[in-house]
């Protein structure tokens, strides 16, 4: 539910989501995006709103004018929370009126209904979870709460609001980032030591999608990279996590080379380069496909080269203009593949002693150390 008005604030007509766990254990959403359509639809003869929360593969993404950028893709999301909800009240606020129609169980109780008047737009969704599908009820606000400030961070000015009425006091919490994810940077990474001053950021537009890259390195040995599509994070990564890496590692040696750090002979890997960064990398894209229906890795060959595009241009130029960072950036990378190094000779050592200590040889013989 909270993904659909999401898509509303990506087409540019949302500002404000807020999500409330009642005491019942029922949840409301409301949003001040457009509204869902209320006009009868031409093949079903009934309002668009109850073929929305009635029909699978129905909704306004399959009309693309409606939305350039969605997080569905198969239009099955509300009309299932409908059908495994005990009831769900849907209410739009549209042309001066607000309409109601009420669900028993994903079938519509009685016809949408004018029932009064309203000054802005928008929509307003409250449901029951059926206790006869679930076993437990209880909605979690930790999951939630991290899940909305997730979607804050990457829909900048975006206000999203969770309030929990099953707890006295009521909790309540209000998520709004003009950073965008420039703040989630920050906020991964506000208990380290960083290397950059402020979080490199770029975006850029290709074709009919949108790039941002926010990126940071501390002086941890591990990294934090998140990716996502369409705010979906995308877990198992994809091309557009593929192409970052690429991207990097060879901005990365390119200028250690030019600067005259590296040799002509040296070459930093993938590893020593993201040791210790943190990123988030956001893509939107007008057709995402998705391997699997959880939606965890990005399957567009076209976002590795316009991601990699776009972090080998902006990458590249913050590096020129920052040469002191850069430099400190690169012998931070040498370092870390110096310590790779030495830990994988010391795996070898520790190999070879222990297959030779198996067989019969007397102890005081030693390893052979020349090959003629």
């Known amino acids: 539910v909270v993904d659909n008005s999401i898509d509303e604030a990506m087409a540019g007509y949302c500002t404000r989501i807020e999500v409330v766990l009642h005491m019942d254990n029922s949840v409301t959403v409301r949003d001040n995006g457009r509204g869902i359509p209320v006009d009868i639809h031409p093949k079903e003869k009934v309002p668009a709103v109850q073929v929305v929360m009635t029909k699978l593969h129905a909704g306004g993404k399959f009309d693309n004018s409606a939305y350039k950028v969605s997080g569905g893709l198969h239009g099955v999301g509300v009309s299932c929370v409908n059908a495994l909800s005990e009831w769900l009240i849907a209410e739009v606020r549209q042309g001066g009126k607000l309409y109601r129609i009420r ?61 929990d009425e099953r707890v ?54 591990t990294d934090t990279i998140l990716a996502f599509a369409n705010n979906i994070n995308t877990e198992e990564g994809g091309t557009h996590l593929d192409g970052f890496k690429a991207a990097i590692t060879k901005v990365i040696n390119d200028y250690g080379k030019k600067a005259g750090i590296l040799k002509e002979a040296d070459k930093l890997s993938g590893e020593d380069v993201r040791e210790g960064l943190t990123a988030v990398i956001s893509v939107k894209l007008a057709e995402p496909q998705f391997e699997g229906q959880t939606k965890t890795k990005l399957g567009n060959s076209s976002m590795r080269t316009a991601v990699a595009k776009s972090v080998g241009e902006g990458l590249g130029t913050y590096l020129e ?30 190999r070879r002693k222990s297959a030779l200590e198996s067989t019969t040889l007397p102890g005081k013989l030693a390893d052979c150390t020349d090959k003629d």
């Not at 506000?190 to 501390?218: G, H, L």
Request: charged share 30%; hydrophobic share 35%; proline share 3%.
């Open 321 to 350: 203009e920052h040469p002191r960072e850069a430099k400190e950036l690169i012998l931070k990378t040498i370092t870390a593949q110096r310590a790779r190094e030495a830990a994988r000779a010391a795996r070898e050592t520790a």
């Open 168 to 221: 006295e006091p009521a909790r309540k919490e209000v998520f709004c980032y003009e950073g965008g994810i420039v703040s989630f940077v920050e906020s991964l990474n506000r208990n380290k030591e960083t290397i950059f001053e402020n979080v490199v950021y770029f975006d850029a537009t290709y074709v009919d999608s949108e790039i941002e890259v926010a990126m940071q390195y501390n002086d941890s040995y």
């Open 103 to 163: 669900f028993n169980r994903g079938v519509a109780e009685r016809p949408l209904a004018v029932v009064g008047d309203a000054d802005d737009t928008g929509t307003t969704i409250t449901f029951y979870p059926d206790s006869e599908i679930f076993e437990t009820l209880d909605f979690n606000y930790d999951t939630m709460k991290s899940r909305l400030r997730e979607l804050a961070y990457l829909n900048k000015g975006l206000t999203i609001e969770i309030s």
